[in-house]
């Protein structure tokens, strides 16, 4: 039963969290069509809160690939200015979610290096490479 985004667990791939959701939304939009498209099932509360949790699940996980998808559509050819058009946004808020990723994965290597353990995160050559991402110009291409 999935009545919270914690409720759908981790790891469950973005296209099973969409399968779920809209198994639970098509009898939720049942209700709205005077035949219906799926006779014999009937909308519950239940499928009510499993779309809204799902839904909050899926955008979840939409935002936290974005940062290294931003990197890599920057590592593939794309502008800023074309990143920003796809984020629906300027190129200044398509870097700012960069540099913001990029400051986190930095400090996070600098930790787990520290306890001796394999470090996670962007090495210093890793941060590098993203800050020169950072500083194109608008229209420039890294590729």
């Known amino acids: 039963m999935i009545r919270r985004p914690d409720d759908v667990g981790y790891g469950i791939l973005l296209h099973r969290k969409a399968e ?3 198994g639970h939304h098509h009898r939720l939009m049942d209700r ?21 949790a799902l839904g909050e699940a899926i955008h979840h ?3 936290s690939d974005r940062p290294w998808t931003v990197r890599d559509a920057l590592q593939l050819g794309a502008t800023w200015n074309e990143v920003a058009a796809a ?6 808020e398509a870097r700012g979610i960069l540099r913001t990723y990029a400051e986190v994965q ?10 001796g353990h394999r470090p996670s ?7 590098q490479s993203v800050l020169a991402l950072i500083s194109l110009a608008d229209d420039d291409r890294s590729s």
């Not at 069509?33 to 809160?49: K, N």
């Not at 930095?106 to 306890?115: C, D, F, G, I, P």
């Open 20 to 22: 779920k959701y809209f």
């Open 32 to 52: 709205h069509v005077p035949s219906g498209c799926h006779p014999g099932e009937t909308a519950t509360a239940g499928d009510a809160l499993a779309v809204l």
């Open 61 to 63: 996980s939409v935002l």
């Open 87 to 92: 984020l629906d946004g300027t190129a200044d």
């Open 106 to 115: 930095r400090q996070q290597y600098a930790e787990t290096e520290m306890t």
């Open 121 to 127: 995160g962007y090495s210093r050559e890793e941060y």
